[in-house]
């Protein structure tokens, strides 16, 4: 992250929560089109994790702004980070 963002974990708060997950499905697509999206499937595993956590973001003005993030985990890896 840059020194114009930071996570809950670095200004000393932990993740709102985890939750364990036993598998998991994600789609992307460039182009919102229904027709060209590639799932991707993570099979069955014991080190998936779930992470709703916050990071502040600097505005313009120099003030700090809370924004919400998801992130799924397996194991040390991010599968997946939106926020």
Do not use: Y
């Amino acid at each position: 992250m840059s020194s114009t963002s930071r996570m809950s974990s670095q200004i000393g708060e932990s993740p709102w929560t985890t939750l364990q997950l036993t598998r998991f499905s994600h789609a992307t697509s460039e182009n919102l089109n229904p027709a060209h999206v590639n799932w991707v499937h993570i099979p069955e595993r014991d080190d998936l994790v779930l992470v709703l956590d916050f990071s502040q973001v600097m505005s313009s003005d120099g003030q700090w702004q809370d924004s919400k993030v998801l992130k799924v985990l397996r194991g040390a890896a991010v599968m997946v980070c939106t926020g």
